[in-house]
């Protein structure tokens, strides 16, 4: 079951879905790329050509891990975000081409990614601010962890619920829709970096930023741990009320929100990916 419009995407089919690595960074390489989440345009998608000199720690960085995937890919569009907020379940597209002309056909990043730097915290250990992903008949919840890696292909939707069962009944311990936002004193850190490869230029900002000399180097792709997604079969029958970020075209559903069924266990306070069926739309 596909209960999501499918819009023909630009790139290759046999790439799988979700992977997820473990260990992709040294220590002091997290730490040295903190506070480059946490500036006032954290929220600025830069561009990238990774053929061009590449001046900052970020840049370095995911250039160096695209290097240990042997993705050859010749653009990179990122951004970061240092706290936990609620985002609804998109798929992320060519924005500017899409406001510019937007009775084309969206174009969709080869892949995506989200790199955890530093997710820590009296929720975050509990398993709370996952990322939730869908495609096609399953639900993928992937944990924060600190050098943790991401991949995703270009057309998966996904998103960030806050709290992470606001999609949840209440009944079964979800919030149904109450979002609750980032309190002052929270001791929690959910700061990430999330990038797409694309096989030309997007637009974007270009940082000029120096702080890139010196080497930034990721651990070997042999160091990395591959994480299996660990698939879900038990568990009881739970509806989730799953929100839609953007108008009709962004959405790809006439609804605003879309309610599934899938089999579920409330309380997994592991740091597995995990997948699970999606068994019926209500």
Same mark, same amino acid.
């Given at each position: 079951?596909?209960?999501?419009?499918?819009?023909?995407?630009?790139?290759?089919?046999?790439?799988?879905?979700?992977?997820?690595?473990?260990?992709?960074? !040294? @220590?002091?390489? *997290?730490?040295? #790329?903190?506070?480059?989440? +946490?500036?006032?345009?954290?929220?600025? =998608?830069?561009?990238? $050509?990774?053929?061009?000199?590449?001046?900052?720690?970020?840049?370095?960085?995911?250039?160096?891990?695209?290097?240990?995937?042997?993705?050859?890919?010749?653009?990179?569009?990122?951004?970061?975000?240092?706290?936990?907020?609620?985002?609804?379940?998109?798929?992320?597209?060519?924005?500017?081409?899409?406001?510019?002309?937007?009775?084309?056909?969206?174009?969709?990043?080869?892949?995506?990614?989200?790199?955890?730097?530093?997710?820590?915290?009296?929720?975050?250990?509990?398993?709370?601010?996952?990322?939730?992903?869908?495609?096609?008949?399953?639900?993928?919840?992937? !944990? @924060?962890?600190? *050098?943790?890696? #991401?991949?995703?292909?270009? +057309?998966?939707?996904?998103?960030?619920? =806050?709290?992470?069962? $606001?999609?949840?009944?209440?009944?079964?311990?979800?919030?149904?829709?109450?979002?609750?936002?980032?309190?002052?004193?929270?001791?929690?850190?959910?700061?990430?970096?999330?990038?797409?490869?694309?096989?030309?230029?997007?637009?974007?900002?270009?940082?000029?930023?120096?702080?890139?000399?010196?080497?930034?180097?990721?651990?070997?792709?042999?160091?990395?741990?591959?994480?299996?997604?660990?698939?879900?079969?038990?568990?009881?029958?739970?509806?989730?009320?799953?929100?839609?970020?953007?108008?009709?075209?962004?959405?790809?559903?006439?609804?605003?929100?879309?309610?599934?069924?899938?089999? *579920?266990?409330?309380?997994?306070?592991?740091?597995?990916?995990?997948?699970?069926?999606?068994?019926?739309?209500?």
């Amino acid at each position: 079951m596909i209960f999501f419009i499918f819009i023909t995407p630009t790139f290759p089919l046999n790439l799988p879905p979700i992977n997820v690595y473990d260990n992709v960074l !040294p @220590p002091s390489i *997290s730490s040295t #790329l903190y506070p480059q989440t +946490d500036l006032p345009t954290s929220q600025t =998608r830069f561009v990238f $050509s990774r053929s061009s000199p590449l001046k900052t720690p970020l840049e370095i960085t995911l250039n160096n891990l695209l290097t240990q995937l042997n993705d050859t890919s010749p653009y990179v569009e990122y951004w970061s975000r240092s706290t936990w907020n609620n985002l609804e379940i998109h798929r992320d597209v060519d924005e500017i081409l899409a406001k510019n002309k937007p009775k084309e056909d969206f174009k969709f990043p080869i892949n995506g990614h989200v790199l955890y730097l530093n997710c820590t915290g009296p929720s975050i250990s509990k398993n709370s601010g996952q990322t939730f992903l869908f495609h096609s008949s399953k639900m993928y919840t992937i !944990p @924060p962890l600190s *050098s943790r890696l #991401l991949r995703f292909r270009g +057309d998966v939707l996904h998103g960030v619920p =806050r709290p992470s069962l $606001s999609y949840y009944d209440e009944m079964v311990g979800g919030t149904n829709h109450k979002i609750y936002t980032r309190r002052r004193g929270d001791q929690e850190k959910r700061e990430v970096v999330l990038f797409n490869t694309w096989g030309y230029e997007v637009e974007g900002e270009r940082d000029e930023d120096s702080g890139g000399e010196g080497k930034f180097t990721v651990n070997c792709f042999e160091d990395w741990i591959f994480r299996d997604v660990v698939e879900e079969k038990g568990g009881e029958e739970l509806r989730l009320k799953v929100p839609l970020l953007g108008d009709l075209k962004r959405r790809g559903n006439v609804n605003r929100f879309v309610e599934l069924k899938v089999k *579920s266990e409330m309380v997994l306070e592991d740091d597995s990916p995990r997948s699970y069926d999606i068994i019926g739309e209500i």
